[in-house]
């Protein structure tokens, strides 16, 4: 498989339930990263990992949990949320030198939360 | 980072060239632009990333002018299937957690 996988790709949850969103990339990437999509919205983002450390957290509540145990996979862990989270997520990877330069984000299909 | 504008939206036909200009005035030196396209419900798509003059690939084409105060996506001969949200994004390394616009919604009619 290539790209960016993300699963489920469809989600649909209590406020009370615990899930995790999952996100795997195969281009060798060394940067992950989460954002929100709300409908009609731009993309936000939410957090970044950068060779495996969390180097930005753009003041997400503490009901998203981010885990990057490696540099190919990205989990966003959920719980007790509100309704108003439901939105599309969706997770990018990309290759970052440290000699500089950026080289474009690659995005998964994203995850349609639903929170009921 | 760099702030950018960009159209709300355009119109164009099946066959047209069409050409999405974003601003970015306070580009920094180090900065990179990036270009994406984003169709309904899912992830947006790199298309073309440039730092000056012309880059050119299969499906876009993009032109940066000497003080690279501006850039514009050109997409040769659009189709239906071009129809889509245009992000344009400016930023270096250190600003790789990049943030997207409103974008420019392209519409391609028949």
């Known amino acids: 498989e290539t790209g960016v996988t993300q699963t489920p790709r469809h989600l649909v949850m209590g406020m009370t339930n615990k899930k995790s969103l999952k996100c795997e990339q195969h281009?060798?990437?060394?940067?992950m990263y989460w954002y929100k999509q709300s409908a009609k919205k731009p993309l936000e983002l939410m957090f970044v990992?950068?060779?495996?450390?969390?180097?930005e957290n753009n003041s997400v509540p503490s009901r998203f949990s981010p885990e990057c145990p490696n540099s190919s996979h990205l989990f966003l862990h959920l719980h007790t949320l509100q309704p108003e989270d439901s939105a599309l997520y969706l997770c990018a990877s990309s290759q970052v030198t440290r000699a500089g330069g950026f080289h474009g984000q690659y995005f998964g299909p994203g995850t349609r939360l639903t929170v009921t | 980072l760099a702030k950018t504008t960009q159209p709300v939206s355009m119109d164009s036909y099946e066959g047209q060239e069409v050409n999405i200009t974003c601003s970015h005035n306070?580009?920094?030196?180090?900065?990179?632009i990036t270009w994406y396209q984003q169709f309904p419900s899912q992830g947006p798509r790199f298309i073309i990333q440039g730092y000056k003059t012309k880059v050119t690939n299969e499906v876009a084409s993009l032109f940066i002018p000497a003080d690279r105060k501006s850039s514009t996506l050109s997409l040769p001969r659009v189709s239906l299937s071009d129809t889509a949200v245009y992000y344009c994004l400016v930023g270096d390394m250190d600003d790789y957690k990049l943030s997207f616009g409103a974008g420019t919604t392209v519409t391609v009619r028949a």
């Open positions: 990992y950068n060779f495996k450390e969390q180097t």
């Open positions: 281009l060798g990437h060394n940067a």
């Open positions: 306070n580009i920094a030196t180090n900065d990179y």
